[in-house]
Nanobody, 120 residues
Framework: QVQVLESGGDLVQAGGSLKLSCRAFGNIYRLDGVAWHRRAPGKERELVAEITKGGRTDYADSVKGRFTIYRGDGNTVYLQMNALKPEDTAVYYC???????????????WGQGTQVTVSS
């Protein structure tokens, strides 16, 4: 079984920065794509940023130029968030595409989320 754990959420003032971490652990053969999503109060969940196995990245229009997704050491992916706005307030979730065991099966675990609150 593979799990992912998010961390790094906090309360920050508008214009500030945060770095979220998504760490996958368990019986991992290879961590492929990772995506960050968020759900704001009263809104639908939205895709914020994603990175593919090959390193291609994609971002929601609302965060382009402000957020950066990148891979760290081991099975960790980060989301660097700069120039934060009150509308970025949400619970941020990580979703990973993982090859498990000997590499013949895939799992797509979701984390429990980390709260980001941006005050005006």
């Amino acid at each position: 079984q593979v799990q992912v754990l998010e961390s790094g959420g906090d309360l920050v003032q508008a214009g500030g920065s945060l770095k979220l971490s998504c760490r996958a652990f368990g019986n991992i053969y290879r961590l492929d794509g990772v995506a960050w999503h968020r759900r704001a109060p009263g809104k639908e969940r939205e895709l914020v940023a994603e990175i593919t196995k090959g390193g291609r990245t994609d971002y929601a229009d609302s965060v382009k130029g402000r957020f950066t997704i990148y891979r760290g050491d081991g099975n960790t992916v980060y989301l660097q968030m700069n120039a934060l706005k009150p509308e970025d307030t949400a619970v941020y979730y990580c979703n990973a595409d993982v090859l498990v065991g000997t590499g013949s099966r895939r799992q797509a675990p979701w984390g429990q989320g980390t709260q980001v609150t941006v005050s005006s």
